[in-house]
């Protein structure tokens, strides 16, 4: 079935420091999800993008559609603790699909 | 406030036991589903339900059974626990795929 290979699946990194994380895939996405998960709790809704090349921002996180519709890309700028967590990227193939899931990259912020 | 309402949060349970974990949305959403969170799993679809009166497998449905009750509720069912079914249990809904889904706080289960 198809899958989201999501990298990396671990970071470190000092408060203050922009991250960067991507989702990949080998076949076409036309809906790209980013969630995030705060510990203890259910994932959340960060930035929902619906059209190859968009761009779109909440705050300091910014997240892009890949031109290819097989990949997606989150950025947050000057990470704060709050920032700490699981983000998970998800594609839609087509509406009527089920939503996939990548595995999940870990963020973790150093004092 | 509006949600995904799961209970219990915490539960324990014996080999062999069984139980039901509850999953209640007041959005009025139409898809409703049961996920497992492992470690380094990342989120594995168990069971869903398209609509009322209706549902599926999922990715790992062996050990389970779903019941939708009505438009609200969907309930995942352990007739038999097993250790290997520790895990993170989450509900999701949603009206519209293109939204994406609306997840609960979970259910955090541990079977010994």
Redesign the interface.
Known sequence: GQQLNQSP?SMFIQEGEDVSMNCTSSSIFN?W?W?KQDP??????LI?L?KAGELTSNGRLTAQFGITRKDSFLNISASIPSDVGIY?C?G?PN?????I????TRLHILP | NAG?TQTPKFQVLKTGQSMTLQCAQDMNHNSM?WYRQDP????R?IY?SASEGTTDK?EVPNGYNVSRLNKREFSLRLESAAPSQTSVY?C?STR???????????TRLTVV
């Open positions: 699946q809906t999800l969630y203890g709790e259910g994932p959340v809704l929902a619906y998970f998800a839609l509406r009527d699909d089920k939503i899931f990548g595995k999940g | 995904v589903y380094g799993m990342g989120l679809l869903y999922g989450f999701a519209d795929r293109l939204g994406g889904y609306t997840f609960g706080s979970g």
